[in-house]
């Protein structure tokens, strides 16, 4: 069974931290990993990351890939309280157009 | 404006009624996807379609049913057999092809009476 692990499920950081959110999957025939930052409704798209080891960089978010090891991590460098969301993992499998979800890690940025 | 627009915002159901949520989208998109969201989970496919008039279950299809008569709609439908509905109802599209990402609605929030 495919299978798409985010951790830390939750986590409060202070505006100005620098936080790191982690994915990791066991999937057969993987493809892409996208990452998703949810605020209150719609999932609004992040990056999308195919190769392993070249980052993905925006403002101040940045993703990388690690196929060998099966993860991909988030980071988010001075963070502030507009970076307060769910974050979403979800990997689209080769031959497929369905992604398949992690649980999110749910971040909260305190003033 | 280009978009994914899910109406209505929030809808309730009473014991045993079916109802129907609304999934637009004026983007071109081939392909169409439900998902549902519950507290503390990610999200979870319930249907999706390919094409105009063809479309398959997701994980948790069980419960649900949809149609998709024109490329622009996909409704879902919440049947009186799904015991547990309440949840947000996400509707996504996408350019059919592998490269490609998912664009979400805003949202349709489901509560039982």
């Known amino acids: 069974e495919d299978k798409v692990v985010q951790s830390p499920l939750s986590l409060v950081v202070h505006e100005g931290d620098t936080v790191t959110l982690n994915c990791s999957y066991e999937?057969?025939?993987?493809?892409?990993l996208l990452w998703y930052k949810q605020e209150k409704k719609a999932p609004t798209f992040l990056f999308m990351l195919?190769?392993?080891?070249i980052e993905k960089k925006s403002g101040r978010l940045s993703s990388i890939l690690d196929k060998k090891e099966l993860f991909s991590i988030l980071n988010i460098t001075a963070t502030q309280t507009g970076d307060s969301a769910i974050y979403l993992c979800?990997?689209?499998?080769?031959?497929?157009?369905?992604?398949?979800f992690g649980k999110g890690t749910m971040l909260l940025v305190s003033p | 404006d280009g978009g994914i627009t899910q109406s209505p915002k929030y809808l309730f159901r009473k014991e045993g009624q079916n109802v129907t949520l609304s999934c637009e989208q004026n983007?071109?998109?081939?392909?169409m996807y439900w998902y549902r969201q519950d507290p503390g989970q990610g999200l979870r496919l319930i249907y999706y379609?390919?094409?105009?008039?063809?479309?398959q279950k997701g994980d948790i299809a069980e419960g649900y049913s949809v149609s998709r008569e024109k490329k622009e709609s996909f409704p879902l439908t919440v049947t009186s057999a799904q015991k547990n509905p309440t949840a947000f109802y996400l509707c996504?599209?996408?350019?059919?092809?592998?490269?490609?990402?998912?664009?979400f609605g805003p949202g349709t929030r489901l509560l039982v009476l």
């Open positions: 983007l071109n998109h081939d392909a």
């Open positions: 379609s390919q094409i105009v008039n063809d479309f």
């Open positions: 999937v057969t025939n993987f493809r892409s």
């Open positions: 979800a990997v689209l499998l080769s031959g497929y157009s369905t992604l398949t």
């Open positions: 195919t190769s392993s080891g």
């Open positions: 996504a599209s996408k350019v059919e092809g592998f490269q490609e990402t998912q664009y």
